[in-house]
Structure formats: structure tokens, C-alpha cells
């Protein structure tokens, strides 16, 4: 399988901390892979770091080749145009409406795209992740749960082939939930790349065909869905891990 993004001995400091210490990785493309690990662990820096989001101190991200840091205009808004993040606190624009939330996107990507192509776009998100409620609102008059079904929403309106989930089911009822995870599982099927963090081993044993455990900035161990499937002292460990 080819690799579509790779970390190169990245390490990430903040604050004189080190954050994340010599990370690498090869992600395969049209796999997905869990970020799993205690809290304050290093998995949602990690995502940002493997998405371009944040800027290695030490080390290098690369997409199909190309540093991220270095790429020029034109190669990093097609990167953008085919990842899409999904952040943990959802991380909704405050002073706009979701609707010019869900339009940002495509005036970005699309901007030859017709107002009523748009608005059928939209309409089609909303459909799937199952938002129901009024569009002219702002972020603050929704519960933590319709904030994720909007972020869920913004994240697939242009239709990306590469996905960054950050605790992507948190704050959602089972039924909520499941309905994104059966979204995620159809882009699984048409081979998109998706690379998410959880806190939920049933959706990480279901989902993940690889999973990497990351404690004190630092990947411990990575393990496979056939290592998983058939070692239950591995499930327990993974289980800790989560759960420490
Ligand atoms: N910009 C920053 N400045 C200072 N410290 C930071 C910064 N970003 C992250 N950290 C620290 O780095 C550590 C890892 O944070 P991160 O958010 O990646 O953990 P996580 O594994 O996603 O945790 P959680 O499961 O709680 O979401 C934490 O101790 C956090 O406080
Ligand atoms: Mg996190």
C-alpha cells in the first residue's frame, strides 16, 4: 500500500516542553489508523502535527512526498482541498452562522460552484450526519453534540479522500454516534485515508486497521487489526493504555 503522509523524527515543543519527542510514521494510504493513549498523552498534537496543522520544531511531515512546510500555494490548497480535520472542541467560526460555516469550504475550494450547488451540497452533509435544526444560528446556541455534527458536516462538504477525526463520536448520543460511524465506514469502503483519535475501543477494534499507542509524546507501540483480532492480552493492554 502506498504511503501517503509520513513523519519523519518529528518532535514538537511548546512552552521550552517537549511535546512530542522523535515521532515517525508511514501512513498507508486508504487505511485507517486509531491514535490511541491516556489523556495529555500526545494524540491530538500528533494529529495536528500528521495534518500540517501545527509546525514540527525538529523533523519533517510530508504528504505524498512533499514537505508540508515547503509545499508552495498551489500544492498546500489541494492538501487542504482533499484533508479535512474534524477538532476535538469541534471548533466552530463563533461570530458566523452555521451556515456560513458549512459555505466557507466550498467558496474556498469550489469558488465557481453556483449558490444553489452549494446549497444542495449542504443540504446532502447536513442529510448525512443528521442535523435537523435551523441554519441561521451560531455555534453557542448548540449543544457540545450538534456542534460535532456541524464539524463532522464542514469536514466532508468538499468530499475529502483524507480524514482527521479528534474524538470524533465524544459528546454524541449512541444513536448520533453510530450514524457517524456508518458515514466514516462508507468512505472506509471507497478507499479514503482516515487517521482518528478515540477514546472508544469498540469503535477502535471495529474501525482501525492499525492502531498506534502514544503515551508522554511518544509512540509506544503500533498494532495491527489481525494482532488485535486475535490477541486478547494485546486488547487489555490497549485497554489500559486508554484508560490510564
Ligand atoms: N500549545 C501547547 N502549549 C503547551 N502545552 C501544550 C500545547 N499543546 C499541547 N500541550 C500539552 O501537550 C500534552 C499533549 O496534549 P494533547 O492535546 O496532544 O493530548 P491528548 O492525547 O490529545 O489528550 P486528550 O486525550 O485529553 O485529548 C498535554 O500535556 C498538553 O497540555
Ligand atoms: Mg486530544
Redesign the pocket.
Known sequence: MPVILELKRVSFF??N?S?IDDFSWQYAEGKTTALA??????????LKLSAGLLVPTRGEVSFRGTGIARMNQKENLEFRREAAFVF?DSALWANQSLLQILELPLRIHFPKMSQAERKRRIEEVLNEVGYKKEMTIRPSMLSMGEQKLIAFARAMVCRPRLLFL??WTESLDGSAAQRLVNLVKTRQAAHDTVIF?S?DLGIIRDMADQVLM?QD?KLLVSLTREQLDSDANLVQYLEKGIAS
Do not use: L, M
Open positions: 511548546a512552552q516542553r511535546i493513549g491516556p489523556s495529555g498523552g500526545g494524540k491530538s498534537t500528533v476535538q479528534d474524538e483519535v477514546h502514544i509524546g
